[in-house]
């Protein structure tokens, strides 16, 4: 390692530090060494004649003893000024660590109310939201519900349609049905509609749900922070500096705005929640009014139906009764057609007697051939046999036209009862 041109002593020597506010100049010695190193002449002539005189030294070291007082003085001011600035700036520091303290502790407990209140709105949709669910499954069942009494009241119309003859009317029962379906129908339109309601609203108290969740775990997030911060102390683990920071602002609202915020997601949250208390209230009243008007409707038709069973079950006692009239009406009168031709046969030999006492006196001699009381008499028995003959014969026509005609109606008879037996099942 080559040695240095210059010895450390005769280097020059830097400005010293000043503290602010004194009034000396920073100090430089004079290198005078390499000066007489370097001219042993000039050396020589120093050693001979000194350069300051006794007066000039002592006034030297008087300013030096003036300027080290004035110096030592100044810095005992300075030293009590530094004592009484960290002392304040300690008190400052303290007490605006104190006030950021107190201010995060005011800020926990701000953000502690509206989290609770936030909470205890999100449980409370929370359970409306439950109770609107389980209206609006009890408002699909309904739905299908009538749509299966639909089905039987539109079986029955089908039914009733297998009706035969006269009895294929528009009675009270089929108008009783057909109102029955319009009733169904439209409480079903209705329910539906309700349905289609209880949808939206359910949407609506889930996007309320999600702002109240979304809200809870910021502030739970941000209780967490700040409930940290507050803890923090100058001994915690963890702290350091971080350059700037003071200057960033990332804050997005103020204290009205958030608070502002919170009221309003929880205003929103309490509409949604009177409106879905509201609907399901009315949904309520109004299947208790389409339950009594479907219940209505439901007694009138099997009313009518019954009222039209028993007029049904009347008239087939009566088509029994005069069925069995009719039938032993025909079995007397087929006796008596019987008798007609028996007595039309029983005149028979009458007649023929007649007619052969009249063929006998025909076969009389001469004078004897007379038309006397007797032969008169032969005669109007011929005519009266005859004419009873034909009284005969035309009450057996009237009597077998009868018997079809009694025949006619015991086959209607029997239809109609066939027919009201078969309407009886059916209603």
């Known amino acids: 390692m080559p040695l240095p041109t210059q010895h450390s002593t005769n280097a020059m020597i830097d400005s010293c530090y000043t503290p602010f506010g004194m009034a000396t100049h920073p100090l430089k010695f004079p290198n005078l060494v390499t000066g007489f190193e370097r001219n042993p002449a000039h050396a020589a002539r120093a050693a001979l004649y000194t350069r300051y005189t006794p007066l000039a030294w002592t006034q030297g070291n008087l300013r030096n003893y003036n300027e080290a007082d004035t110096n030592r003085h100044y810095s005992e001011r300075l030293r009590l000024d530094f004592a009484r600035v960290m002392r304040e700036t300690d008190e400052r520091t303290a007490q605006g660590q104190r006030e950021s303290g107190r201010r995060l502790g005011e800020r926990i407990t701000d953000t502690t109310f509206w989290r609770n209140e936030v909470r205890t709105e999100l449980e409370r949709l929370l359970t409306e939201s439950a109770l609107l669910t389980e209206t609006r499954r009890s408002m699909q069942r309904s739905i299908d519900d009538i749509e299966g009494v639909i089905h039987i009241a539109q ?30 129908r439209n409480a079903q339109e209705k329910a539906k509609c309700l349905y289609s309601k209880i949808q939206g609203q359910l949407r609506n108290n889930r996007a309320a749900q999600h702002e109240l969740e979304t809200d809870v775990r910021s502030k739970e997030s941000a209780l967490g922070i700040d409930s940290l911060c507050h803890q923090l102390n ?176 015991r086959a209607n008879l029997e239809t109609e009862l066939h027919n009201k037996t078969e309407k009886n099942a059916w209603d």
């Open 155 to 184: 079986e029955c119309l089908y039914h009733r349609e297998q009706r035969q003859g006269l009895d294929l009317l528009h009675d009270n029962a089929e108008q009783a049905l057909l109102k029955e379906i319009e009733i169904y």
């Open 234 to 409: 100058n001994f915690s683990k963890g702290i350091n500096y971080y350059g700037g920071i003071e200057r960033y602002d990332p804050s997005v609202t103020n204290t009205t705005t958030w608070a502002e915020n919170s009221n309003r997601i929880v205003q929103r949250s309490q509409t949604e929640r009177q409106k879905s208390a509201q609907m399901r209230s009315d949904i309520e009243n109004l299947m208790n009014t389409l339950s009594q008007e479907i219940w209505d409707s439901w007694s009138n038709t099997n009313n009518a139906l019954a009222r039209r069973a028993a007029e049904t079950l009347e008239v087939k006692n009566k088509l029994q009764m005069h069925l069995h009239k009719i039938q032993q009406e025909i079995f007397d009168l087929e006796k008596h057609i019987e008798l007609l031709k028996k007595a039309i046969i029983d005149k028979s030999n009458p007649m023929k007697v007649a007619h052969t006492r009249l063929e006998a006196r025909s076969h009389r001699k001469n004078i004897e051939l007379c038309r006397d009381v007797a032969q008169d008499r032969l005669v109007t028995e011929v005519f009266d046999i005859q004419d009873s003959i034909e009284v005969i014969h035309k009450k057996l026509q009237e009597a077998e036209a009868q018997h079809q005609q009694l025949l006619k109606s």
